[in-house]
C-alpha cells in the first residue's frame, strides 16, 4: 500500500519517538560516560532495552514494516540521542538482520532471525561480516571463499573479516564470500553461520576512536563448515544468478553484501542525526546560559550564526533520511541514489555539527566533563564505516550521470 509523505507525524510514530526518547533519556544517557570509558559491551543495558521490548525482533520487524518507513529512522534518531556507543549495540544486531531479511529465504527469516535476538535473561546477538583486510570499500576485493561440499550438503568457509560489529561475541554470523573468484563481486553470497560452529573465532578487539561501547573485531573463519541450508536465498538461487553473470557479464541481482547496505543507509543517516541533535541541544542550552564580556556568548552573531546553521543542517539530514526510507518502504526506486545521499549528508552534519558544538563550549567542550567531546569522537565513524563518503558521492555520481566514473 503506497502512502502519501507527510511532515507531520502520526499518533503511532509520536508515541515510537516520546518511548525510545524516555528509554534514552533514562537509561541510555546516564550510562553512557561508563561504558565509553570502559570500552566494553553494555550487556546491561541491553538486558534493560530487551525487558522493554526496544531490542527484539518484534520491536524491529515493526518497524521495519511500518508504512511509513518512518519507524527505523525515528527510533534510531531518539536512541543515539541517548549515546552512539550504547546506541549501536542495541542496533548492530539488526543490521545482521537486515542481510538475512534481504538475502534469505523467508524459511530462513522465520527459523533464524528470533535466534539473532534472544529474550530477556538470555540476550543473543548477530553479526554481519561483510569488510577485510583488502576489502573495505573495494567489495570486488573479497577473498574469504566459501567452497561447496557436495558429498555432505556443506559449505566451507576460509577467511579473515573485519571491522565487524559484534564480530566474535555474537552466537549468528552473516558472513559474505567468495563462491566464483572469476566474477569478483557477482560471485559472492551470503552465508549463516549458526552458533558455536567450530573453526570460527574472534580475532583482534579494536579500540576506537569513537563508539567505544559497541564491540568491533576481526573474525577469523578457518575451515569452518555450516550446513547447505545455511547458504541463504538457497543454492538452485544461486547457481541460477551465477549462471546469469557468466552468459550476460551482469548478475542480475544486487551484491550480497550492497543489498544489505542499501536497506541500512537511511537508518545509520539517522543515527548521526541524533549525534548531531544531542551535541546541537547542549550547544545552545551552553550558549544561553555561559556569560563573556557581561552576556550571554550567544548574543554574539559568531555564536548565533554558527548554531543556526548547524540546527539548519539537522533538519535538512532529517528530511534527506526521512525520503529515502519512505522510498525504500514504498518500494521506489532511488533515481537519485537518495539512499547514499541521506547517509553522507547525515554523517558530514554530524561531524560538523558536533565539531562547532565544542568550539562553542570552548576549552569544556575539549575535557569529559561534558559530552560533546565523547560525541564529536562517535559522529567520525558516520563519514566512514557502510561505505564512506568518498564512495557514497562514487553511488551519487554514477546514479545522476548514467556513467561509469571510477
Same mark, same amino acid.
Given at each position: 500500500?503506497?502512502?502519501?509523505?507527510?511532515?507531520?507525524?502520526?499518533?503511532?510514530?509520536?508515541?515510537?519517538?516520546?518511548?525510545?526518547?524516555?528509554?534514552?533519556?533514562?537509561?541510555?544517557?546516564?550510562?553512557?560516560?561508563?561504558?565509553?570509558?570502559?570500552?566494553?559491551?553494555?550487556?546491561?543495558?541491553?538486558?534493560?532495552? &530487551?525487558?522493554?521490548?526496544?531490542?527484539? @525482533?518484534?520491536?524491529? #520487524?515493526? /518497524?521495519? %514494516?511500518? +508504512?511509513? !518507513?518512518?519507524?527505523?529512522?525515528?527510533?534510531?534518531?531518539?536512541?543515539?540521542?541517548?549515546?552512539?556507543?550504547?546506541?549501536?549495540?542495541?542496533?548492530?544486531?539488526?543490521?545482521?538482520?537486515?542481510?538475512?531479511? &534481504?538475502?534469505?529465504?523467508?524459511?530462513? @527469516?522465520?527459523?533464524? #532471525?528470533? /535466534?539473532? %535476538?534472544? +529474550?530477556? !535473561?538470555?540476550?543473543?546477538?548477530?553479526?554481519?561480516?561483510?569488510?577485510?583486510?583488502?576489502?573495505?570499500?573495494?567489495?570486488?576485493?573479497?577473498?574469504?571463499?566459501?567452497?561447496?561440499?557436495?558429498?555432505?550438503?556443506?559449505?566451507?568457509?576460509?577467511?579473515?573479516?573485519?571491522?565487524?560489529?559484534?564480530?566474535?561475541?555474537?552466537?549468528?554470523?552473516?558472513?559474505?564470500?567468495?563462491?566464483?573468484?572469476?566474477?569478483?563481486?557477482?560471485?559472492?553470497?551470503?552465508?549463516?553461520?549458526?552458533?558455536?560452529?567450530?573453526?570460527?573465532?574472534?580475532?583482534?578487539?579494536?579500540?576506537?576512536?569513537?563508539?567505544?561501547?559497541?564491540?568491533?573485531?576481526?573474525?577469523?573463519?578457518?575451515?569452518?563448515?555450516?550446513?547447505?541450508?545455511?547458504?541463504?536465498?538457497?543454492?538452485?538461487?544461486?547457481?541460477?544468478?551465477?549462471?546469469?553473470?557468466?552468459?550476460?557479464?551482469?548478475?542480475?541481482?544486487?551484491?550480497?553484501?550492497?543489498?544489505?547496505?542499501?536497506?541500512?543507509?537511511?537508518?545509520?543517516?539517522?543515527?548521526?542525526?541524533?549525534?548531531?541533535?544531542?551535541?546541537?541541544?547542549?550547544?545552545?542550552?551552553?550558549?544561553?546560559?555561559?556569560?563573556?564580556?557581561?552576556?550571554?556568548?550567544?548574543?554574539?552573531?559568531?555564536?548565533?550564526?554558527?548554531?543556526?546553521?548547524?540546527?539548519?543542517?539537522?533538519?535538512?539530514?532529517?528530511?534527506?533520511?526521512?525520503?529515502?526510507?519512505?522510498?525504500?518502504?514504498?518500494?521506489?526506486?532511488?533515481?537519485?541514489?537518495?539512499?547514499?545521499?541521506?547517509?553522507?549528508?547525515?554523517?558530514?552534519?554530524?561531524?560538523?555539527?558536533?565539531?562547532?558544538?565544542?568550539?562553542?563550549?570552548?576549552?569544556?567542550?575539549?575535557?569529559?566533563?561534558?559530552?560533546?567531546?565523547?560525541?564529536?569522537?562517535?559522529?567520525?565513524?558516520?563519514?566512514?564505516?557502510?561505505?564512506?563518503?568518498?564512495?557514497?558521492?562514487?553511488?551519487?555520481?554514477?546514479?545522476?550521470?548514467?556513467?561509469?566514473?571510477?
Amino acid at each position: 500500500m503506497t502512502t502519501t509523505p507527510s511532515f507531520e507525524l502520526g499518533p503511532d510514530n509520536l508515541e515510537l519517538r516520546d518511548w525510545v526518547h524516555t528509554f534514552a533519556a533514562d537509561v541510555v544517557r546516564p550510562a553512557a560516560a561508563e561504558w565509553d570509558e570502559r570500552e566494553e559491551f553494555p550487556w546491561p543495558v541491553l538486558e534493560e532495552a &530487551a525487558k522493554v521490548g526496544l531490542y527484539s @525482533l518484534d520491536f524491529f #520487524a515493526t /518497524q521495519a %514494516f511500518e +508504512e511509513t !518507513g518512518l519507524g527505523i529512522p525515528i527510533a534510531m534518531e531518539e536512541l543515539f540521542w541517548g549515546d552512539a556507543g550504547i546506541g549501536l549495540s542495541v542496533a548492530g544486531t539488526a543490521l545482521a538482520a537486515a542481510g538475512l531479511q &534481504a538475502n534469505g529465504t523467508p524459511e530462513q @527469516l522465520t527459523e533464524w #532471525a528470533p /535466534q539473532m %535476538f534472544g +529474550e530477556p !535473561g538470555d540476550i543473543k546477538v548477530a553479526a554481519f561480516c561483510s569488510s577485510e583486510p583488502d576489502a573495505g570499500s573495494d567489495v570486488g576485493a573479497m577473498r574469504t571463499r566459501a567452497t561447496y561440499d557436495e558429498a555432505t550438503d556443506e559449505w566451507v568457509l576460509n577467511g579473515n573479516k573485519t571491522w565487524a560489529t559484534n564480530g566474535g561475541l555474537a552466537d549468528i554470523h552473516i558472513v559474505t564470500a567468495v563462491v566464483d573468484p572469476e566474477l569478483r563481486a557477482r560471485g559472492q553470497a551470503s552465508f549463516l553461520v549458526p552458533p558455536k560452529t567450530k573453526g570460527l573465532s574472534q580475532g583482534q578487539k579494536f579500540l576506537k576512536h569513537g563508539i567505544r561501547a559497541s564491540h568491533t573485531a576481526e573474525v577469523v573463519l578457518d575451515q569452518v563448515r555450516i550446513p547447505g541450508s545455511c547458504l541463504l536465498g538457497g543454492k538452485e538461487k544461486l547457481d541460477a544468478r551465477l549462471a546469469r553473470a557468466r552468459e550476460t557479464g551482469r548478475s542480475g541481482a544486487a551484491n550480497a553484501s550492497m543489498a544489505t547496505f542499501e536497506r541500512t543507509r537511511p537508518a545509520v543517516g539517522a543515527q548521526a542525526i541524533g549525534i548531531a541533535r544531542a551535541a546541537y541541544e547542549i550547544a545552545l542550552d551552553y550558549a544561553k546560559t555561559r556569560e563573556q564580556f557581561g552576556k550571554p556568548i550567544i548574543e554574539n552573531q559568531a555564536i548565533a550564526f554558527t548554531l543556526a546553521d548547524m540546527a539548519t543542517s539537522i533538519e535538512a539530514s532529517r528530511l534527506l533520511v526521512w525520503r529515502a526510507a519512505w522510498l525504500a518502504r514504498q518500494g521506489k526506486a532511488f533515481d537519485l541514489a537518495e539512499g547514499s545521499m541521506s547517509k553522507l549528508f547525515a554523517g558530514e552534519t554530524a561531524v560538523r555539527v558536533t565539531e562547532r558544538a565544542m568550539q562553542i563550549l570552548g576549552g569544556n567542550g575539549y575535557t569529559r566533563d561534558y559530552p560533546v567531546e565523547r560525541m564529536a569522537r562517535d559522529a567520525k565513524i558516520y563519514t566512514i564505516f557502510e561505505g564512506t563518503s568518498e564512495i557514497q558521492r562514487l553511488v551519487i555520481a554514477r546514479t545522476i550521470s548514467g556513467m561509469t566514473i571510477r
